[in-house]
């Protein structure tokens, strides 16, 4: 949360000759950082970010009291100056009191609630000092008496509020939850249905505050106020967060409530409010004060070993730098040899817990760029890398193959989880989605690639994309499956291409892939030109053609090939072992032999065949596959291309002859080839 | 006999010299030098001359022999040098090449990170992405009601009442609901139950999610996560990793520098600043006051070391933190990171 700071404000409790400069830059190094100084005539005004735990700091006071402490230890002079009239009597002014009414319903709610009736007001414009104070951090000027509730909370960091007390009916005010559909209307003249459980306060007949986040407009100060009812108080925290978040109405008020006020504080603050009433609106008080804190803010002490503070530090901070630095925060200390032990600062009560954070604490001052640098000594655990630094080089190669990754999200659409066939019942759903197009947890890459290609297919009609990434499946207990999978679409409509690119990634992850061909119709892949992809018997993906019907539910019209491994399994199987083979004495004997077969026959069904009938075959290539009229129909060309290779010498010419005459007789026979050679 | 060689000589010789390539030539090599050569033929005939004639017979011979070899280098050389290059090139001409893909710049950014810490010793670890409240927020104390875990910050998977036999999805008693991590901390305390007895040092990379979208943020994203659990292990080794990385990763003149800061799972919590690269420090536009924020760390909580089952008192330790995609917009002077996946060919091809 950020906080505007105007320095010439700041220094009305920061009694120091350091330049703004110097209070910035040590600000932003050992507490609250400045992240922006802006010049604004004469002054400067820092923008500051306040940690969500440092609410005792979200106020110029606040800010004032660690500038105060950080100056002090770095050898500046500077001095803390508290606003003035936190302190003040509050018996009434007035011979007739005024009284009031109050009832909290649940103390759990509101743990301290303050009030007390002014009188005698004169409402008016601000003096020029609380104006141009509030314009300076963006509050608008509206009368002296909304203006100070608005400068109380910007001095101290606590919210408070001003009735008008004639308009509380009765004198009464019952602060309680709210109830399942009351109304109200705030002074920005906004209409709230309020939520179940919000924090109200009600007069004799309807609400009259929308506690913590904003007052009701049937009670605001107005031109014609001349009794109010000032009025400072802390609620439950999670309750006025969950209000400002069921409402969509987050004030400088509800920022604060909700990260917890200090207790201690709230009736110096009401003083300070009245001090400042009596001195710009001429106000009196007009009823005795109502405090109601039923449970008293504790006071925690903890104790700190040095030796422990020097294993955090990883110096020695002697003991009395430690101890004059919590006392600078305001901790109470007692210091020995071995440890000390503070006592907390009503301020900082939520926040500071435990001995950590009384190392965070001193650490922060003695100062972070105070401390040396060092590498980590200790051992390096022996422990191997997950699969994700395979996925690295994985991708390297495939960038090298001339894919190009992309990396689109994991959440998708229900239109895109329909395309990819997987059942809404298996699909991993998201219960609070930020919108219709993120809706669930993708199973699949592959309609997330055609989706990119149809976007771009415009831009560049040959594409070759491929990404890595999680899908998630749901399972019948637990969490989902979380398999990393490779895909990769791409124009084109040859099923070589993409049986080849699985054979490159193959080789590259060294492991044997065999395929056999789709039979299945009705899936992502189209029937007869794609293959399930199988790796030691175990199914790892599917490659082909991309069914038409679907890439066409993109608008795509050209054929797409399409690559899908699970990675996971992939990289749970085993790597084929390299191993060293004799390189040949012997210059090997190499021909071709061309043969005619049925078209339906496989390749690899010959070729195995041809390994099976000549032992002196040592390799066997398929250089050339093609069917013409020429050759009829049914019928394709097929050239293998043979190394005839033995340990003992090369194969002389009648070897090779005897070995080619079997294979020849042993195509005609098998297959019924007709061998062109 | 004297004639008979200098014929073979000759006739050698002019065969060698206007052998076309160096297939011929190698197939001249065996017929004139080799095994079953003229010339050695005659080397066969030596001991069918007279004794007087044998010696001088056998010298010839071999300066023959020796000739020819001379001859067959040389004429390798000048075939050589004369082979075919070409008329005339224009430098300016592309080349033949492989047509190359591209890496996505978070790819290319986790790549550098990762070779970075793996010289410091940290493994690369990868932890679910949808995983369960204990992992992601109670085991890091952040109990219910932190705002992170309210359903406006943080994805939750729908729970789904069985109408078929897919029942899953639903809370587990101890571990809570199922959420999309928003950070990658959720891999600390996972580590710890793996390693169970430290030394730790973990990097964690992964996708998270949370519900924001605009100019600096999409509602996935990736962080990167680092976790070093040891028995000496002080503010001051998180101060050193630091400078390491990033004068590794933004160059030799960058420094960082810690602030104080504030999250549930570290105690005392920094924010880890770097010297802005457009200014060098002195402040600028896309700066606050010369440094730009990298990420928050902090020194492990009590309380999340014994969530992983390791004992406080023996073991300290620093973890740490930050969005891929902010550093990579540091470095690119990325204007706005849904560039990143809109996958634009355009855009991905630049890189």
């Known amino acids: 949360m950020n906080l505007l700071v105007p320095i010439s404000w700041l220094r009305e409790y920061l009694k120091t000759d350091a330049a703004a400069k110097t209070i910035s830059r040590e600000l932003s190094l050992a507490g609250p950082s400045v992240e922006r100084t802006e010049k604004r005539g004469e002054d400067y005004i820092f923008d500051i970010e306040v940690t969500t735990n440092r609410p005792d700091a979200f106020s110029v006071y606040g800010i004032a009291r660690e500038a105060n402490a950080i100056l002090n230890y770095i050898g500046s002079k500077s001095k803390l100056q508290p606003p003035v009239g936190m302190d003040l009597n509050l018996d009434p002014d007035t011979k007739e009191k005024l009284t009031l009414d109050v009832k909290i319903t649940n103390p759990i709610l509101c743990p301290k609630f303050t009030a007390i009736v002014l009188a005698n007001i004169k409402i008016g414009p601000s003096p020029a000092v609380i104006k141009n104070r509030l314009e300076a951090v963006g509050i608008r000027s509206i009368n002296n008496i909304v203006d100070i509730t608005n400068y109380i909370m910007m001095e101290t960091g606590n919210p408070m509020h001003a009735f008008d007390y004639d308009k509380i009916l009765g004198a009464k005010m019952v602060l309680r939850a709210s109830r399942q559909g009351e109304k109200l209307t705030t002074l920005d003249g906004k209409n709230y249905k309020l939520p179940e459980g919000s924090i109200v306060i009600q007069d004799q007949k309807r609400l009259v505050d929308l506690c913590g986040i904003m007052g009701s407009e049937n009670s605001q100060i107005t031109r014609r106020t001349k009794r109010a009812i000032f009025f400072v108080q802390a609620y439950d925290p999670q309750t006025i967060r969950r209000t400002t978040q069921a409402l969509a109405q987050r004030t400088e008020a509800a920022a604060r409530f909700e990260k917890g006020i200090d207790l201690e504080n709230i009736l110096p603050v009401l003083s300070r409010a009245v001090y400042l009433a009596k001195k710009t609106a001429g106000a009196q008080i007009a009823s005795e004060l109502i405090d109601i804190y039923p449970r008293k803010q504790a006071s925690k002490t903890i104790s700190l070993n040095f030796d422990k503070l020097q294993k955090y530090s990883g110096v020695k901070i002697e003991p009395a730098k430690a101890a004059q630095i919590l006392r600078l925060l305001g901790f109470k200390v007692q210091a020995d040899v071995a440890k000390l032990t503070a006592q907390v600062p009503s301020w900082r009560a939520q926040d500071v817990q435990e001995d950590v954070d009384l190392i965070e604490e001193i650490t ?32 390297n190669s495939l960038k090298i193959l001339g894919l190009t990754e992309v990396m689109s999200y994991s959440i998708i659409s229900k239109n895109l989880l329909q395309t990819s066939q997987v059942s809404e019942k298996e699909a991993v759903e998201l219960q609070n989605p930020l919108t219709e197009e993120w809706q669930f947890m993708r199973p699949s890459l592959i309609p997330s690639l055609v989706d990119i290609v149809a976007k771009n297919q415009n831009i560049k009609p040959s594409l070759a994309i491929f990404e890595i990434a999680k899908t998630y499946i749901k399972q019948k207990a637990g969490l989902p499956t979380q398999d990393l999978w490779l895909s990769a679409v791409k124009t084109g409509d040859s099923f070589y291409e993409i049986k080849g690119l699985a054979e490159n990634i193959m080789q590259i992850l060294g492991k044997t892939a065999s395929f056999q061909k789709e039979t299945k119709d009705g899936g992502i892949f189209q029937k007869d030109l794609a293959a399930t992809v199988k790796v030691e018997g175990q199914e790892v ?8 019907n679907f890439s066409g539910s993109f608008g795509i019209e050209t054929p797409l090939l399409a690559l899908n491994l699970n990675l996971s399994i992939i990289y749970s199987l085993k790597s084929k072992t390299l191993s060293f083979h004799p390189i040949p004495k012997y210059p090997p004997q190499i021909e071709d032999i061309s043969a005619i077969f049925a078209v339906q026959t496989p390749v690899a069904l010959i070729t195995e065949e ?20 020429k050759i009829g129909e049914g019928k394709k060309s097929v050239t293998f291309r043979l190394t005839y290779q033995k340990s003992t010498g090369t194969p002389d010419a009648g070897e090779v002859h005897e070995a080619r005459d079997k294979i020849i007789k042993k195509l005609q026979k098998e297959f019924l080839a007709t061998v062109r050679i | 006999m004297d004639n008979t060689i200098k014929n073979l000589l000759e006739q050698s010789k002019t065969k060698i010299e206007t052998a076309k390539d160096s297939v011929e030539l190698n197939n001249l090599y065996v017929e004139i030098l080799g095994k079953s050569s003229k010339i050695n033929n005659l080397t066969k005939t030596i001991p069918a001359l007279p004794q007087e004639e044998r010696a001088q017979a056998g010298q010839m011979i071999n300066a023959a022999k020796k000739e020819l070899e001379a001859i067959f280098q040389k004429t390798k050389q000048s075939l050589a040098a004369s082979h075919k290059l070409g008329k005339s090139i224009d430098v300016t001409a592309p080349g033949k090449k492989q047509e190359l893909g591209h890496l996505h710049l978070v790819s290319q950014a986790i790549e550098e990170i990762v070779d970075i810490f793996s010289k410091l010793g940290f493994s690369l670890q990868s932890y679910p992405e949808v995983d369960w409240d204990w992992y992601a927020f109670e085991a890091l104390n952040m109990p219910k009601g932190h705002p992170a875990r309210d359903d406006w910050e943080t994805f939750f998977i729908a729970s789904h009442r069985a109408t078929s036999s897919l029942i899953d999805s639903q809370p587990n008693p101890k571990l809570g609901r199922q959420v999309l991590t928003p950070h990658t901390s ?23 999610y949370r519900r924001q979208i605009d100019v600096s943020h999409t509602p996935m994203f990736h962080q990167f996560e680092g976790l070093l659990v040891d028995k000496k292990v002080s503010i001051t080794d998180l101060k050193g990793t630091f400078d390491y990385f990033t004068k590794a990763f933004f160059g030799p003149n960058r420094v960082t520098r810690l602030r104080p800061h504030h999250f549930r799972f570290t105690e005392p919590s920094f924010e880890v600043d770097v010297t802005c690269g457009v200014c060098d420090g002195k402040g600028c536009r896309i700066c606050k006051e010369g440094w730009l924020e990298l990420g928050g760390s902090g020194m492990v909580h009590p309380k999340v070391l014994e969530a992983g089952r390791i004992d406080p008192k023996i073991y300290t330790g620093f973890a740490f933190g930050w969005g891929i995609e902010r550093t990579i917009a540091m470095k690119t002077e990325l204007p706005d990171i849904r560039l990143l996946y809109q996958n634009d060919i355009r855009f991905l091809e630049q890189f």
């Open chain 1, 364 to 395: 922060r001052i003695y100062g972070y760029h105070n401390l040396p640098s060092t590498l980590p000594e200790g051992q390096v655990p022996q422990r191997t890398d997950g699969s994700l630094k395979q996925v690295i080089a994985l991708k």
């Open chain 1, 541 to 548: 993906g599917k490659i082909g053609l991309l069914n038409r």
């Open chain 1, 610 to 629: 041809i390994t099976k009938t000549s032992t002196l075959v040592k390799n066997i290539e398929i250089t050339d596959i093609f069917e013409s009229e």
């Open chain 2, 186 to 208: 959720n891999g600390q305390v996972r580590e710890m139950e793996t390693v169970k007895t430290p030394p730790v040092r973990m990097i964690n990379i992964s996708r998270c």
